[in-house]
C-alpha cells in the first residue's frame, strides 16, 4: 500500500529511513509515536491542525496529491528541513489556513521553496509570499515564483531571494503606504528566468515594481523582463530602485519596455545617500523620459546601458534618458561614473517646438537644489540620430552645478549640442567627437576654471561662453543674498560650484569662500565685506525722460552696477524693457541713469528715455558670475565666443572683407587678415581681457586705423595708431585690463 502510494510521487526508496504512515488524523501523535528515529512520514489524508506540534530534524515529511495541512487553531515548527525529493518545489499547496506566526523553521531549512506552498484564497503571489516570508524569517533560500498576478505589496527579509519562473506577472497594485510591490532585504536576489515576464502596475499613480529595502547591503535586481502594465507612472517613482542608504546593491541584465519613465534608479533622502550601487547593462525601449535616474550617492556607477527610443514621447518637459538629478537640499552625488551607454534616436519622431515640446537630452547631470555634485566622470558614451533630423536630440551631454567633472571619448551622430555646462568649476572635456552634420556645439554658461581640448565636430562646431546672473542684496556684510527663492528656477540657483570664483556686485569683483545652497534664500559669502546694496523704487513722476535719469534717494547704486528693472502695476520708460538688463551711470547719492552695457555706462553714454512710464519702477541689484577663465585648444571647431580671460591656443587666420570691425574677446589669439582697398577702423573696446592679443594684417590697400573705445586706454611709443601700409602687420597686445599697446609695422 505505502509502495503504491509512493510510486504516484515518483518516490520508491529513501536511503537510511524508514516509510512510516498516519494511523490517526492528529499529526501530534504520530510524531510522537515516531520520536527522534530518522523516519519518511507519508501524509496520504489531510491533517486537520488543532494543536502545536513540534517536527523534529530527523523526520521527513511525503506528502502525496491532492492532501494539505489545514490549520483549526495550530501551529508548526521545524526543526530541520521536512521537505523530501524536491517536494518544497511542488505547484500544490502544502498549507492551508496558517498565519504568519503559525508556522516556524528553527533549525536548517530547503535552498529552495515553491510560493505554491502556501495556500491563499486570492489568485496572488504577493500573498503568498508575504506569508512565506514569515514562515522562514531567518533562513537563507531562494522563493520560486509561479505564474500568478501581483495585487499587495510585500517586504521580503534579509537572505531571501525571489526568483520568477516562467509566466506572466500582472500587476494591479495601487500605491497605498508602500512604493513598491515587491521590497528586498539584504543579501537578496531579485531575478527570472527566460520567459517571465513582470509588469507594472496597471493603476494610474502607480507604485515601483521592486526595490531595495532602505540600508539595504550586497543586492541585487538582475535578469529581469519588466513590462508596461498600462498604468502612469507619477513621475516620481521608478520602476526598479535602489533605495536610501543602500551599499553595493545592483541593478543589472534588465530589459524594460514600454514603461513610461524612471525605469531603473537610485536614490536617498535626507543625506542618507546609497554608496557603491550601480545600474549596468540594462535594456531599454519603447519609453518616453528619465530612463535612469540616480537622485543620490557616493561612487555609484551608470554603466553599459541601452536605451532604444522606438517611439519618441513628445509633450513633455523635457526628454532625457539618463537624469543624475539630486533634488532635495542635503541630496548630493559624488564620485559618479557614467560610462559606456547607448542612447539610439534612430526612427524616433522628431519633435515638435512650435507645439511647446523640447528636444530630448541623452544624459543630463542637474542639481535642483541641492548641496552639491562633485567628481564626475562621463566617458565612451554613444548618442546616435538620424543623419537627417536635427529635431531628436538637441543635447548630447548637459551638466549644472558640477565640481570637477571629465567629460572624454564620447561619439554622438546627429546630435545638436556636443555639450553644454552650465555654472560648473573645473571640466575637461576632451577626445569627444559629432559625427552628424549639424550644430556640433559647445556651451560653457557661468563655467570656469576649465579646458575643452581635441575635440572632433564634422559639422560647423562652436564654442560659445556665457555668463550667469542673479538677483540679489547685501546688508553690509561680506554675505551677498538671492532676492529669489531656491524654488525659482527663473532666475537661477546657486551650487557649490561657486567656490573659489569670482562674481561681481554693483561693479566690485568678489571671490566666493563659501556657498549656503540649502536656505530658501540662498547666498554667497565673499572674500571682504561689500556695502549694503538692496532693491529700491520710485514713481514714475520721479523718472526725467529729458536727463534720461531716475530720482532714487540714497539708491546705493556704483557706475557700472547690473540691475534689472521691473514694474509691478505700470510700463517703464520707453527705451527700456520690463525685466530687462542694464548697468547704473551713477550721478549723485540720488540720482542715475541707466546703459545697455557695462562698457558703455563706463563711458557714460546712457539710454535715450523718451517716456517716464507709468506705475511703481523697481530697481534690483544683480550678481553676475565672471567665471570664464577657461582654455581652449586643438579643437575642430569654426568659430569661438570668450568671455572673461578664457583663451584659445591655437591661433587661426580670420579673413575679414569689411572697412570696420569692433573686436572682442573671441579675437584673442587670432591672426586677422583685412581684405578691404578702402581704409579700414578697427575698436578696440573694454572688456578684451588683460591676456588679450591679436595680430592685425593689411592684405588690401586700405590702411587700417585702431583706436580705443570708452574707458580702454591705447598706447604706442611713436603715438601711432595705423598700418604702415599694404601687407604690413601690427600686434594689439594687452598690458593690462583694458589697457593695450600697439606695435609693428606703423604709421602715424
Not at 571619448?409 to 559629432?434: D, L, T
Not at 523697481?618 to 570668450?642: G, H
Request: a negative charge.
Amino acid at each position: 500500500m505505502i509502495a503504491k502510494r509512493l510510486d504516484q510521487v515518483g518516490l520508491t526508496e529513501v536511503v537510511g529511513s524508514p516509510y512510516e504512515h498516519l494511523t490517526t488524523d492528529d499529526l501530534a501523535t504520530d510524531v510522537a509515536r515516531i520520536g527522534s528515529t530518522p523516519a519518511c512520514l507519508v501524509i496520504d489524508r489531510d491533517i486537520d491542525l488543532a494543536a502545536a506540534v513540534v517536527v523534529p530534524a530527523t523526520l521527513k515529511l511525503v506528502k502525496m496529491p491532492g492532501v494539505r495541512f489545514v490549520n483549526n487553531g495550530g501551529s508548526i515548527e521545524f526543526e530541520g528541513n521536512p521537505f523530501v525529493f524536491g517536494q518544497e518545489m511542488t505547484r500544490e499547496p502544502w498549507f492551508e489556513g496558517f498565519a504568519a506566526g503559525d508556522i516556524t523553521f528553527t533549525g536548517d531549512a530547503p535552498s529552495d521553496v515553491s510560493s505554491e506552498l502556501a495556500y491563499v484564497a486570492a489568485n496572488s503571489i504577493t500573498e503568498r509570499l508575504a506569508l512565506l516570508t514569515e514562515w522562514f524569517d531567518g533562513c537563507k533560500l531562494t522563493f520560486h515564483c509561479f505564474e500568478r498576478p501581483i495585487t499587495s505589496h510585500v517586504a521580503t527579509n534579509d537572505h531571501h531571494n525571489l526568483y520568477f519562473r516562467k509566466g506572466d506577472f500582472t500587476n494591479s497594485y495601487a500605491n497605498g503606504t508602500n512604493v513598491a510591490a515587491f521590497i528586498i532585504g539584504s543579501y537578496a536576489k531579485f531575478h527570472s528566468e527566460h520567459g517571465a515576464r513582470i509588469f507594472s502596475s496597471s493603476v494610474n499613480q502607480s507604485p515601483q515594481i521592486v526595490r531595495t529595502k532602505d540600508n539595504c547591503m550586497f543586492s541585487m535586481i538582475k535578469d529581469n523582463q519588466f513590462e508596461n502594465g498600462g498604468g502612469a507612472f507619477d513621475g516620481i517613482s521608478f520602476g526598479v530602485a535602489i533605495a536610501s542608504g543602500s551599499f553595493m546593491c545592483h541593478i543589472k541584465n534588465n530589459q524594460a519596455n514600454g514603461i513610461q519613465s524612471y525605469q531603473f534608479g537610485i536614490y536617498g533622502a535626507g543625506g542618507n545617500n546609497p554608496s557603491y550601487c550601480t545600474i549596468d547593462r540594462n535594456y531599454s525601449s519603447g519609453i518616453s523620459t528619465q530612463n535612469i535616474a540616480v537622485i543620490a550617492g557616493d561612487h555609484c556607477a551608470v554603466t553599459r546601458n541601452t536605451v532604444n527610443v522606438k517611439d519618441f514621447v513628445t509633450g513633455n518637459a523635457y526628454a532625457s534618458y539618463i537624469d543624475i538629478e539630486p533634488n532635495q537640499p542635503l541630496d548630493t552625488v559624488r564620485h559618479l561614473l557614467i560610462e559606456g551607454n547607448k542612447i539610439d534616436m534612430r526612427g524616433a519622431a522628431l519633435a515638435n517646438p512650435e507645439a511647446g515640446e523640447q528636444y530630448a537630452i541623452g544624459i543630463i547631470v542637474q542639481g535642483v537644489v541641492t548641496e552639491g555634485i562633485t567628481d564626475l566622470i562621463v566617458r565612451d558614451n554613444e548618442f546616435w540620430c538620424d543623419e537627417e533630423a536635427d529635431a531628436q536630440m538637441q543635447t548630447a551631454i548637459e551638466i549644472t552645478g558640477v565640481e570637477n567633472a571629465t567629460v572624454c571619448g564620447n561619439k554622438s551622430r546627429g546630435v545638436g549640442n556636443m555639450f553644454v555646462a552650465k555654472q560648473c568649476n573645473n571640466v575637461k572635456f576632451y577626445n569627444n567627437e559629432e559625427n552628424g552634420e549639424y550644430y556640433g556645439a559647445v556651451y560653457m554658461d557661468a563655467t570656469g576654471n576649465s579646458r575643452v581640448y581635441n575635440n572632433y565636430t564634422r559639422g560647423a562646431g562652436a564654442v560659445i561662453e556665457s555668463e550667469k546672473r542673479h538677483l540679489a542684496a547685501s546688508d553690509g556684510s561680506n554675505v551677498i543674498t538671492l532676492l529669489h527663492s531656491n524654488a525659482d528656477s527663473s532666475d537661477g540657483r546657486m551650487f557649490q560650484s561657486y567656490v573659489g570664483q569670482q562674481m561681481r556686485f554693483n561693479n566690485v569683483l568678489y571671490t566666493v569662500t563659501a556657498v549656503d545652497t540649502v536656505s530658501t534664500f540662498q547666498s554667497v559669502t565673499v572674500n571682504t565685506t561689500v556695502p549694503a546694496c538692496d532693491m529700491v523704487s520710485c514713481a514714475a513722476s520721479a523718472v526725467d525722460a529729458s536727463g534720461n535719469s531716475f530720482n532714487v534717494p540714497a539708491h546705493g547704486f556704483a557706475t557700472g552696477a547690473g540691475i534689472v528693472i521691473y514694474t509691478p502695476d505700470g510700463t517703464v520708460p520707453s527705451g527700456l524693457d520690463n525685466l530687462g538688463r542694464y548697468w547704473v551711470i551713477k550721478i549723485d547719492d540720488d540720482h542715475f541713469r541707466l546703459a545697455s552695457t557695462r562698457a558703455l555706462a563706463l563711458a557714460n553714454t546712457p539710454i535715450d528715455l523718451t517716456t517716464q512710464g507709468t506705475g511703481t519702477q523697481e530697481f534690483y541689484p544683480a550678481l553676475w558670475t565672471e567665471f570664464s577663465n577657461n582654455e581652449y585648444r586643438d579643437n575642430d571647431f569654426s568659430a569661438y565666443t570668450l568671455l572673461g580671460t578664457s583663451r584659445k591656443d591655437a591661433v587661426s587666420k580670420v579673413d575679414d572683407f569689411s572697412t570696420a570691425r569692433t573686436l572682442s574677446p573671441a579675437d584673442n589669439g587670432e591672426t586677422i587678415v583685412f581684405h578691404s582697398n578702402s581704409a579700414v577702423a578697427v575698436t578696440a573696446p573694454a572688456g578684451l581681457g588683460a591676456d588679450f592679443g591679436a595680430l592685425l594684417i593689411q592684405k588690401g590697400t586700405g590702411q587700417i586705423t585702431v583706436s580705443a573705445g570708452a574707458g580702454v586706454t591705447l598706447q604706442n611709443r611713436q603715438s601711432h595708431s595705423k598700418s604702415a601700409g599694404q601687407f604690413a602687420g601690427v600686434s594689439l597686445v594687452a598690458v593690462a585690463a583694458d589697457s593695450l599697446v600697439l606695435m609693428g609695422d606703423t604709421a602715424a
